[in-house]
């Protein structure tokens, strides 16, 4: 069993930061490869980045490919999104989530384990 929260959410301006932090419970965090989604008002919950279990391989959407960095420190259970030159389209609840598969990180349904959401809202 593996229990999530978020934190670091809040309100940016367009082209500024945010860095977000998931903190894990659960002496297996390591062994699972971690994701970040977000879902706007209206729209399905999509996939923003992933990366495994011991930080070889990280995995991007194309909408953040270059501004967005995911990070883990497994000592720490903690997983990071650091997310740079936010744009108003970037706005959502943004998620992490957990998962014990090793493939296709991309799709909602293959993560085990869920964090409450954190608001990041930016500002045009």
């Known amino acids: 069993q593996v229990q999530l929260v978020e934190s670091g959410g809040g309100l940016v301006q367009a082209g500024g930061s945010l860095r977000l932090s998931c903190a894990a419970s659960?002496?297996?965090?390591?062994?699972?490869?971690m994701g970040w989604f977000r879902q706007a008002p209206g729209k399905e919950r999509e996939f923003v980045t992933a990366i495994t279990w011991t930080a070889g391989n990280t995995y991007y959407a194309d909408s953040v490919k270059g501004r967005f960095t995911i990070s883990r420190d497994n000592a720490k259970n903690t997983v990071d999104l650091q997310m740079n030159s936010l744009k108003p389209e970037d706005t959502a609840v943004y998620y992490c989530?957990?998962?014990?598969?090793?493939?296709?990180?991309?799709?909602?349904?293959?993560?085990?384990?869920w964090g409450q959401g954190t608001q990041v809202t930016v500002s045009s």
């Open positions: 659960g002496r297996a965090f390591s062994t699972y490869a």
């Open positions: 989530a957990a998962t014990k598969k090793y493939y296709a990180f991309e799709y909602v349904g293959h993560y085990d384990y």
